[in-house]
């Protein structure tokens, strides 16, 4: 199994992963580094078939992100660690969550639903298209980051790429809510109030069945508004936090 390319922060007795959203890669989490390094070991990868970490097949799938997850915890030496994804990212996290328990402390879901309905996905799709990205000026920074998967104009199939594993005629992320009444560690939700592409309805849906679950709802907040990096120290902070707490009275 593939080992995704990742960069390491921090000595602290407990682990932390930070998965990126599609189209990203680990440098998105780059806010956060400096205050989640000073207390865990922060591991950073690029997900397969985004930034440095090649896709051989062209084929993303969100099982293939998981297990590239596991193969780099197996490298580190890494028994189990906490887990915080973002939108793509957090869809691996709910499938490590599911089908690796025993390798996950606790989870993060960051601007994610647990499954692709229709007219989430046709959302999904509006972002597959460069000019969305075009629009918030990014198309610049997306082409020098994902240059090492094919030239300048890779970043194009990066997203469409993401797009593809997130369909649901086929994608791996389709949940039923009663598999998370099953997860016997802690959650903490992460949604902002308006996200078409990750509907405050289902963060609650989710919510009300993981049985030690927190929700933190982001306002006035879409998709690409809720970012961590415009957050970035209340985003940090709440990581903390959640962490931190021993049990669920606390």
Not at 39 to 62: E, F
């Amino acid at each position: 199994m593939m080992i995704p390319y990742d960069q390491t922060y921090g000595s602290g007795a407990q682990s932390l992963v930070l998965l990126h959203s599609g189209g990203m890669a680990g440098e998105e989490w780059q806010p956060q580094i400096a205050a989640l390094s000073k207390r865990y070991r922060l591991l950073v990868p690029d997900l397969p078939g985004h930034g440095k970490t090649l896709l051989p097949d062209d084929q993303l799938s969100i099982g293939k992100l998981a297990a590239a997850v596991i193969a780099m915890l197996d490298a580190e030496g890494i028994a189990s660690a906490h887990i915080c994804g973002s939108s793509m990212g957090a869809a691996t996290a709910m499938y490590l969550s599911l089908h690796y328990p025993e390798r996950v402390e606790k989870a993060v879901f960051y601007r994610i639903s647990y499954q692709k309905t229709g007219g989430t996905y046709e959302q999904t799709r509006l972002m597959a298209d460069p000019a969305y990205w075009q629009r918030f000026g990014l198309q610049a920074w997306l082409s020098k980051l994902h240059e090492p998967q094919g030239g300048v104009e890779a970043w194009r199939r990066v997203i469409e790429r993401v797009s593809e594993a997130l369909n649901p005629a086929h994608s791996e992320h389709s949940h039923r809510l009663e598999d998370f009444a099953r997860l016997d560690k802690s959650v903490l939700i992460i949604t902002g109030d308006r996200d078409p592409v990750s509907p405050l309805a289902d963060a609650l849906d989710l919510y009300r069945v993981i049985p030690n679950c927190g929700l933190w709802v982001m306002p006035f907040a879409s998709h690409i508004t809720a970012s961590n990096t415009w957050r970035s120290e209340a985003f940090a902070e709440e990581i903390i936090r959640f962490l931190a707490r021993e049990d669920k009275s606390s």
